[in-house]
């Protein structure tokens, strides 16, 4: 009897055991269960995926969201695969990384991401040399991999970036990362036609430049799907202290002049009225509105002139305007000077300076 109740256990540990080597074995089958962004489309699930970036990020130059490249991707998405790609935005036209990377840590967080396109670097030029890019990039690339760990990141250089020295920062710090870089400078010139034909501006993508930005972004997800590609990871950093926190300062040191404050901002239209902030380094930028009335105003550093900035814009929107870093640690004075003229966009009778806070590294 002992043997036989001995050799009824034997069979259902037996039968257990198979049974626990059998679901081992079928959640290793690839796409049984899922976990980055290549197998869910190889398993023709749905994914959440996010754009920081500038204009061309956000599809300015096509003649519609229908024609713009993120919206083509998403077809081709689901004509190949079969599944729906649920777009999140972070993106603002005139953007540089340094809006970009406050833009996304002063945003709600989004849940699980699988892929995020960075979209950076014509309009930083205009601002930053590489270097201080390069600090910026890193530090977005780094942010976004703390927020969203499970996401992949393809990071996309424009077609109108003609700064080498950019180019080979985006790629770069990108292979560090084991982000996918994607140059679309490469695809237009291989189209044989002139930029007159791809853009609206010679910047800004038309639809036809978009439809090869879509085409290109499906022709590299389709092969990093095929060859079942490891996502981005966070590796130790290039630079030092890229892990930035940037902290918004509301509060003056001085204020000279008819500035008044209303509703968190400081505004003037009068030339030489200053605002002064105390700040530490080793950065800084301002948040300002920018505005179809904008003014100017020239910024001074411990009494060092660093630059002028416009307020203009199209349209009435706060912009979290970069404006130096490298600067020596330790406490510093920056001085907003109202200038004795408009920008030279704006066709109103108006110039108005306003300002909220100024940004720094949050360990103020």
């Known amino acids: 009897m002992k043997r036989r109740k001995i050799g009824i256990y034997f069979i259902i540990i037996t039968f257990i055991y198979g049974l626990y080597h059998l679901f081992d074995s079928l959640s290793k089958v690839e796409g049984a269960n899922p976990t980055n962004v290549y197998q869910k489309l190889s398993s023709k699930e749905n994914i959440n995926y996010l754009i920081i970036g500038d204009s061309i990020g956000r599809g300015s130059g096509a003649t519609s969201k229908s024609s713009a490249w993120f919206t083509r991707l998403e077809k081709h998405l689901h004509n190949e695969f079969g599944i729906k790609a649920k777009r999140h935005s972070i993106v603002q036209s005139g953007a540089t990384a340094f809006e970009g990377l406050y833009k996304l840590q002063q945003s709600e967080h989004l849940g699980k991401i699988d892929l995020t396109f960075i979209v950076f670097g014509e309009n930083d030029r205009k601002y930053m040399d590489e270097t201080q890019f390069s600090y910026f990039y890193e530090g977005l690339i780094r942010k976004t991999k703390q927020l969203y760990p499970d996401t992949e990141i393809i990071t996309i250089t424009e077609n109108p970036l003609d700064n080498e020295a ?147 814009w199209p349209l009435t929107k706060e912009r979290y305007q970069y404006i130096v870093s490298g600067l020596e640690d330790g406490q510093h004075l920056v001085k907003f000077i109202v200038a004795n003229e408009k920008s030279v966009n704006n066709s109103t009778d108006d110039a108005v300076i306003q300002i909220s806070s100024i940004l720094t590294r949050a360990d103020q």
């Open 166 to 312: 950019f180019v080979q920062a985006i790629f770069n710090i990108s292979s560090h990362y084991g982000a996918k870089n994607v140059d679309m400078r490469k695809p237009f010139e291989l189209s044989g036609l002139p930029a007159e034909e791809l853009t609206k501006d010679l910047v800004h993508p038309n639809d036809d430049g978009y439809e090869i930005y879509a085409d290109t972004l499906i022709k590299k997800i389709r092969e990093l799907t095929g060859s079942h590609a490891d996502i981005a990871e966070l590796s130790a950093p290039i630079h030092k202290n890229t892990d930035i926190e940037i902290s918004s300062i509301p509060h003056v040191t001085d204020i000279s002049g008819s500035f008044i404050h209303k509703d968190g901002i400081w505004e003037s239209r009068k030339a030489g009225d200053t605002l002064e902030y105390q700040f530490s380094g080793p950065f800084l930028g301002v948040d300002m509105i920018r505005s179809e009335k904008g003014g100017k105003m020239d910024v001074f550093i411990d009494d060092v002139y660093i630059t002028s900035l416009s307020a203009w």
